[in-house]
């Protein structure tokens, strides 16, 4: 049953569980994990993406995008758009499905939480300071930051074979433990078109206690900074023949 599909939509799904957990145990309330923190979080995002390259890897997708930006990125650089919109497809669903597994591990304690805005911060993203064009310029430079750093990290001017065997997840784990900290403070970080609307619409359809309005306003910040900061690198990326 491998197949790039099933990769993709396993690893995102990961991916998410993983990240939107670290976001959830830190805010509810009644959690072990309340109110640890930014480097909590920043650092379960990126052991999130570390475990969801290797299982999208383990399930059939060797490039393990995780994220439409990289993958627009990736059809840019190389020309071949012919994957794009199976690859948006697992990773948006694969995002829907951790979001819900995540609500559901979490079930007893959304009603122990009043605020609707911390509650919709576990799921998706927002500017800090509410500057719409600026939060698309932070998502852009983001995004931008992700596909070149993880180009940089395959090319072959860093080595002519790439990273050893096993250790490019735990490189691209820790670029975006570095976006986060560097970088996350202006918008949360989306980076990630799926990660975002996924969880976006999964807090929209569920019936979680107290949740409050999903903030569609909002979403198509990280949804085309994302994409746009992936076109632009992709772009960089081709000419520079990394």
């Known amino acids: ?73 990736v059809a840019v650089i190389g020309g071949n758009y012919s994957q794009v919109l199976s690859y948006w497809s697992a990773q948006l669903l694969g995002a829907m499905a ?7 591990h979490y079930g007893p304690h959304w009603k ?19 500057n719409p064009p600026m939060n698309f310029v932070s998502e852009v430079i983001g995004t931008m930051v992700l596909v070149v750093v993880a180009g940089a990290i395959f090319s072959h001017g860093v080595s002519m074979t790439g990273p050893a065997a096993g250790l490019g997840p735990w490189l691209v784990g820790s670029l975006v ?6 970088l996350g403070g202006t918008t949360g970080y989306a980076i990630n078109p799926a990660r975002d609307l996924g969880p976006r619409l999964i807090h929209a359809l569920l019936p979680i206690p107290g949740k409050g309005g999903s903030n569609w306003q909002y979403a198509w910040v990280p949804i085309l900074g994302d994409l746009t900061g992936g076109a632009l690198a992709g772009l960089l990326l081709h000419y520079a023949h990394l």
């Open 1 to 73: 049953m491998h197949s790039a599909w099933l990769g993709e939509f396993m690893g995102t799904l990961v991916l998410v569980l993983l990240g939107t957990g670290v976001c959830a145990g830190v805010t509810l309330r009644k959690s072990y994990a309340a109110d640890a923190g930014w480097m909590v979080i920043t650092t379960g995002w990126a052991l999130g993406v570390l475990c969801g390259v290797l299982v999208a890897q383990a399930f059939g997708s060797p490039v393990a995008h995780l994220n439409p930006a990289i993958t627009l990125a």
């Open 98 to 104: 951790g979001a819900a597994i995540m609500t559901l």
């Open 112 to 130: 122990l939480t009043p605020d609707p805005a911390a509650k919709l911060g576990i799921f998706c993203t927002k500017g800090a300071v509410h």
């Open 177 to 182: 433990w570095g976006i986060g900290l560097s």
